[in-house]
């Protein structure tokens, strides 16, 4: 039972490095910084390091969240399991349907919702799910959005330059900040590590501990990190055909002095919260820089409609995973027969929704990320454009 | 429930500071590098300032990235 949770529990963290790759390394590849195979291995190698640098998220998801050990509710491995499997089923899902949604969401999500059928409303650490995952999901892409429009301001203004005498503009050569997005975006996939692969870690060593190979309230294992590390690293290089394929589809208009104002907020707002203990979702924060920083370029407007339909696909989310995980959750619960229901059933579906991808046209509605989403939110007026069409 | 808002506070201004720190200095480096192009007469002087924001900036970074890394602070 154990093993075939930790094995799940590996295939999660790879559709996770899978669905996120186009976050860190989207925006480079479309302002033309770096291309996209070296893109692709350099988050892979990234995303590999990163996860060795900081297991405090690890820690927060095994230790906290769900009240395990001998006080608190006997957490079983197949709980576990059920949560997993809502995760993972609804992270194909919204994969499939193009929607934008946040795998983290989808593993607390169904952790939690498996965690209630199975051991009551009590068994949820409801402050720590406030204050270590709600809370900073709100807030944290909307820190990394606003700070993004300030420095993207504060990027323009520092490159703006006229000269003393006309008047006139001169060249600002802001391309120069497409170097400086191979390291800004490199960061992005180093935080995408100290965040998003803790959470598989976080699962396996509550696992660990429910089927008591471990005691409660210690860290991950070496050989947890190092398997998890590995599985969110050949994720993010198996995701990038995705981005090669789309990028002849067009993406959002990003210059590179925003691109890199956008990823140092995102980095900066993943690495300090994943120093805390918070588990956010990369997803988010990066969709919020994106927004911001599209914000701070001169005249923009926000697509209400667009930004409503990613907010909307937020907040579905965590309760839709919940739901998952509680029903796989209540079938695990009928003993071996429903743990053994579950995998079939799971495995059913995921293999279906992968030839169901296979068939359907890979476009731009179901391939790119969720960050370029968001970037839709933001219109920017393209002043220049119009009046050249017009003069001619 | 117990919500710790000051490590909200925390997060919101170490993702500022940084930021601005970053940002700041590597956009001072574009601008130098542009004034570089222009006035061939001091173009060592501001190429070599140019390159020492980048350079700064660099630090800046390696300095945040070993910031959290616990086993270096234990």
Known sequence: MVVLVIALAFFFDFTNGFHDTANAMATPIATGAIKPKPAVALAAVLNLVGAFLSTEVAKTISGGLIHEGSGGVQITPAMIFAGLLGAVLWNMLTWLLGLPSSSSHALFGGLIGAAIVGAGFGSVDYSVLMSKVIMPAVLAPLIAGVVALLATRLAYALTRRHDPESGGKLRQWRGGFRYGQIFSSSLVALAHGTNDAQKTMGVITLVLISGNFQHAGTGPELWVIVACALAIALGTYAGGWRIIRTMGSGLTDVKPAQGFSAETSTAAAILASSNLGFALSTTQVASGSVIGSGLGRRGAVVRWRTAGRVALGWLLTLPAAAVVGAVAAWAAHLGTIGVILDAVAGAVLVAAMFMWSRRSHVDHQNAVSEVDAAGEVVLIKRKKKLAAAKGK | ?74
Not at chain 2, 19 to 48: C, D, F, K, M
């Open chain 2, 1 to 74: 429930m117990n919500i710790n808002w000051i490590s909200f506070l925390i997060v919101a201004g170490a993702t500022l500071f940084s930021t601005a720190v970053v940002v700041g200095l590597y956009a001072l480096g574009v601008r130098l590098y542009a004034i570089s192009a222009e006035r061939p007469a001091e173009r060592r002087l501001h190429r070599l300032a140019g390159y020492g924001c980048f350079a700064a900036c660099a630090l800046a970074v390696l300095y945040g990235v070993y910031l959290i890394i616990p086993s270096f602070h234990k």
